[in-house]
């Protein structure tokens, strides 16, 4: 089992920016990857960004610029650094864990809510 637990979110202006954490516990010598995804009021969830157990990162294209994914090991946490925030950022930011061999992401956080004011 993997636990994942999200913070860091609040209520900001737009430009602003803002650090998610992702922290992970349990059996995190099998984790493969973490994901960031998001899920805005009435709409699906989105794909946000990946870190892998390489040390690769990425985002999604229309995030590249604003988001950035890092990782501290010492502290087994992910971070999402969220800058120039819009609008549009508005929604619920989780994070998710898939392990080595697995091709889903069976674990996930409870999420932190991110609103951005006009």
């Known amino acids: 089992q993997v636990q994942l637990v999200e913070s860091g979110g609040g209520l900001v202006q737009a430009g602003d920016s803002l650090r998610l954490s992702c922290t992970y516990s349990g059996r995190t010598f099998n984790i493969y990857n973490i994901r960031w995804f998001r899920q805005a009021p009435g709409k699906e969830r989105e794909f946000v960004g990946d870190?892998?157990?390489?040390?690769?990162?990425y985002v999604a294209d229309s995030l590249k610029g604003r988001f950035t994914i890092s990782k501290d090991n010492a502290k087994d946490t992910v971070y999402l650094e969220m800058n120039d925030l819009k609008p549009e950022d508005t929604a619920i930011y989780y994070c998710?864990?898939?392990?080595?061999?697995?091709?889903?992401?069976?674990?996930w956080g409870q999420g932190t809510q991110v609103t951005v004011s006009s």
């Open positions: 998710a864990a898939r392990q080595s061999g697995s091709g889903n992401f069976d674990y």
């Open positions: 870190r892998s157990r390489s040390g690769f990162s």
